[in-house]
């Protein structure tokens, strides 16, 4: 289905982060579209200032100044990132501010993660999701569809859920952390990288955007979106470590009997915890970026005597979200967004990671 091809305006919330610039550069001036940028503090305006925008200050959490900024606009992507109680007061936050500036549809960034990263064979966008996964990150990002999808209800704003999975490109965290992990010594992958990676080009995911918010039949649906190809771990990370001249050998082996099923860590245990969410808004940010920084260096708890544990130094083990991941066995399929969309994504994957690698270099600059 073709999308209609109108001038817009469009805010984008969150623009300054890391899939809200790729959409900014991708999206601004093309089609007739206008893209409003929406960021939470002045100093977020520094990546933005090569180009001459209508930009607006407002936190995702803040309902007056949220409507403010959005007034004028006919869609909002909302691609602000946040902890687990943000994520969830950020959408319905979101959805009011759309609804009280008459913007006519929200395409919210949520994520394939609402089925797990290790989702069963044959998960679709018609397998029920839940909110008892080892991540409190999932959890979170489930209830906000679901909040989203009660509030939407009223007919106010139509609501369009996108659902990537492992987000590629330039100034993805998946790109640079690799890196920064083998040039440590500490990367590790299980059963030689096998595993399928549901990966996602940001350009990828910006085409996806841009038909989330402009063909009519997406109003009210959810889709998973991700690259053509079938992907392995394998296939993301061996290019990077020759990138780096190392061979495969890089990676540390790991398999799942040696993994332990580790706990979160103690910061997103307490951004999911009673206290916190009573707390809310009360509190001033400087004393919540004081909580934060002691409780990310909470030490974990020794593991018990029969835990399963990595038989590698402390500083290489996975983390829970990269063993769930390195397990998976099932490529999540972008059927219905193909469908209902005409979702195609323009960038192979080859090409894609090829281009994100010399990103790399221009960033990090002479070794």
């Known amino acids: 289905m073709k999308p209609t091809s109108h001038p817009h305006t469009w805010a984008i919330i969150g623009a300054s982060g890391f899939i809200g610039l790729r959409a900014l550069e991708g999206l601004h001036d093309r089609d007739g579209v206008t893209v409003r940028p929406v960021v939470r503090a002045a100093a977020s305006l520094a990546v933005l200032a090569r180009r001459r925008l209508d930009w607006r200050i407002a936190d995702p959490r803040d309902l007056p100044a949220l409507t ?66 080892l991540l409190a990150y999932n959890n979170a990002k489930v209830r906000a569809e679901r909040r989203l999808e009660k509030l939407s209800s009223d007919g106010r704003v139509e609501v369009v859920r996108l659902r990537p999975g492992v987000v590629i490109g330039p100034r993805s965290r998946w790109l640079t952390d690799t890196a920064a992990d083998l040039r440590a010594n500490r990367a590790g992958w299980l059963d030689e990288g096998r595993g399928v990676c549901n990966s996602i080009h940001a350009d990828n995911l910006v085409h996806a955007l841009r038909l989330a918010a402009t063909v009519p039949a997406a109003a009210g649906h959810a889709f998973l979106v991700g690259d053509t190809e079938p992907v392995t771990w394998r296939d993301f990370f061996l290019p990077i470590a020759a990138h780096l001249g190392l061979p495969a050998t890089a990676f540390a082996p790991a398999t799942p009997a040696a993994l332990v099923a580790k706990r979160e860590p103690a910061l997103a245990a307490l951004t999911q915890s009673r206290l916190y969410q009573n707390l809310g808004d009360r509190v001033p940010e400087r004393t919540k970026r004081l909580v934060k920084a002691l409780a990310a260096a909470w030490p974990d708890p020794a593991p018990a005597h029969d835990a399963w544990t990595l038989s590698r130094p402390p500083a290489s083990q996975l983390t829970l979200e990269q063993t769930l991941l390195q397990s998976c066995s099932w490529k999540l399929p ?34």
């Open 68 to 133: 403010d900024a959005l007034r004028g606009c006919t869609v909002c992507i909302h691609a602000a990132l946040g902890d687990p109680f943000q994520i969830e007061q950020m959408a319905t936050i979101a959805y009011q501010a759309c609804a009280a500036a008459s913007v006519r549809r929200l395409v919210w960034l949520s994520s394939a993660s609402v089925h797990g990263q290790n989702p069963a064979p044959g998960t679709d966008e018609s397998s029920p999701i839940h909110d008892r996964h």
């Open 334 to 367: 972008h059927t219905k967004a193909a469908s209902l969309l005409g979702y195609a994504p323009p960038v192979p994957f080859a090409k894609g990671l090829a281009a994100s690698l010399a990103w790399l270099d221009f960033a990090e600059g002479p070794r």
